[in-house]
């Protein structure tokens, strides 16, 4: 029933079935393309999913110098269109030609949308997957003009085109942005990255560093703000003269930071490795104390996860995105940036360093860390996003909405209540019961429907318990007993 602090499902509803459908998969960029990150890899896994259970998919994505225009790989057909910007113009017009050739669009935003809705039937349902709200990305590569007009397309444009659509966030943290900041009405679902792509490295103890060693992983661009990382690590070098950092992924900016870290005189500590094959990147990780990110946002921290995955807890800053994939004082540390967030970074860091210079601590730590990644699977990602297209498809009787709800029914008989209501609620697929009844938590539904749901199948208003639900629950989709 539970693993730790984390739940995990006692039992799930049937799987929709997507079999024989035909499913176009929008995305700027594949896995293979020179630029490719986080977000290809989950527009790819969800592609794969939908595969493995019969689908027919098509992935329409950008075509760079030296990639073929058609392919297929992994029975995904990839077709290549455009170039960086003229992408968007160009997949809009080739969905426009096949508008009624797919059943579904899975409509990947990246910042700027495709505005697949404005050429598709009606009866075609958009499922938009957003990974974080790029507002002030928009501005800090851009300037201001262009800047501004790249939110307008993100927010009002976007919201008027995909109003009718159903929208995927990666965290709690972009389904909190996309309804404040974007000002979505629609219904948003929290379906989060996997963390099991390849293989996590099995780290030995004894192999970590006698010193301090602590690596910073990810692609290097200016949002990341790895300058901080050096510049908190420069702080603290007089501390803990011991200490070192390797800065691991490619990127635009890795020549910059090479030449920061000459510039700040930290050559003889810091190490920018770019990209690692990934048998030299495990074994940085397991020389390893902890992972930090100066990241001031993200959809979600799948880095974070990976490390995680590692037994490697993550100090970072208290941000979207990363106060959803670090728990507190379990399996890393958040810092408030304050008006000195290098300083900030730099003492969270240093604390972090004392409570893992303790061999115990840092043990337990690590268990910790390997239970949080476990509960993120690419196959529990797929098995969600399938539920969300199977409702859509098949519409339930309470309807996608706003809210979020989580409920316990006190019944004596959970799995047959369970098997007579989740054909009429949307996208509940997973729950678990216990002495006290059955648990579920129903994303994107009006809780007061569900409930009414539960009173016609002749639950007692008394025996319902409601909240809202909670971050862990929408990012794991398993109730927390906690009513």
């Known amino acids: ?45 969800v592609a794969r999913d939908l595969v493995t259970a019969g689908a ?30 003229t992408i968007y113009p160009r997949v809009l017009g080739w969905l426009a030609r096949r508008r009624r050739q797919f ?45 501004r007009f790249g939110a307008w397309l993100e927010g009002p444009v976007a919201r008027g085109v995909y109003r009718r659509g159903m929208t995927l966030a990666v965290s709690p943290s972009t389904a909190a942005a996309v309804r404040d900041r974007l000002r979505w009405t629609g219904p948003v679902v929290v379906v989060p990255n996997g963390a099991d792509a390849s293989a996590s490295p099995v780290v030995d103890p004894a192999a970590r560093d006698t010193n301090p060693r602590v690596v910073c992983v990810g692609r290097v661009t200016r949002h990341k703000r790895v300058d901080l990382v ?13 200490l070192r950092l390797d800065v691991v992924g490619g990127g635009p900016d890795v020549a910059l930071i090479r030449q920061q870290v000459v510039e700040r005189g930290l050559d003889d500590i810091v190490t920018v490795h770019g990209h690692l094959p990934s ?34 807890p993550t100090v970072a800053f208290d941000v979207d995105g990363l106060r959803d994939a670090v728990r507190p004082g379990r399996t890393g540390w958040l810092v408030d940036e304050g008006d000195d967030p290098a300083s900030r970074l730099a003492d969270g860091l240093d604390r972090a360093l004392d409570h893992l210079a303790v061999p115990a601590e840092a043990e337990a730590m690590a268990a910790e860390c390997r239970r ?15 539920a969300v297209i199977g409702d859509l498809l098949a519409p339930r ?31 509940t697929r997973h729950v678990a019961a216990d002495e006290r009844g059955l648990w579920i938590v129903v994303p994107a539904a009006d809780p ?19 909240r809202d639900a909670s971050g862990d629950e929408l990012l794991t989709g398993v109730p927390v007993r906690q009513c």
């Open 1 to 45: 029933m539970s693993v730790g602090h984390f739940p995990v499902a006692a039992s799930s509803t049937t799987e929709p079935v997507v079999a024989g459908r035909r499913i176009a998969v929008l995305n700027w960029k594949d896995p293979w393309h020179p630029d490719a990150g986080g977000a290809e890899v989950y527009a790819w896994q």
């Open 56 to 85: 027919e998919v098509t992935f329409v994505t950008a075509r760079p110098d030296g990639q073929p225009g058609d392919e297929t790989r992994d029975g995904i057909r990839i077709v290549r269109v455009g170039g960086r910007w």
């Open 103 to 147: 059943d579904v669009v899975v409509d990947c935003q990246n910042g700027i949308p495709f505005f697949s809705p404005a050429v598709l039937p009606r009866d075609v349902p958009v499922v938009c997957v957003i990974h974080h709200v790029h507002d002030r990305q928009f501005r800090l590569y851009f300037g201001p003009v262009v800047g």
């Open 230 to 242: 050096l510049d908190a690590v420069g702080q603290l070098r007089s501390r803990r003269p011991g």
């Open 279 to 312: 048998a030299e990147r495990d074994a940085l990780l397991a020389k390893a104390w902890a992972h930090v990110s100066g990241s001031w946002g993200e959809g979600w921290g799948l880095v974070v996860v990976e490390a995680a995955a590692a037994g490697l």
């Open 372 to 386: 949080w990644s476990d509960s993120f699977r690419w196959a529990d990602t797929g098995r969600r996003v399938r």
């Open 397 to 427: 009787r309470v309807p996608w909405a706003a809210g979020n709800a989580s409920l316990l029914i006190r019944t004596d008989r959970p799995e047959r209540l369970l098997a007579q209501v989740s054909p009429l609620l949307p996208y």
């Open 448 to 466: 007061a429907a569900v409930r009414q749901v539960l009173v016609d199948a002749g639950v007692a208003p008394e025996q319902i318990s409601e």
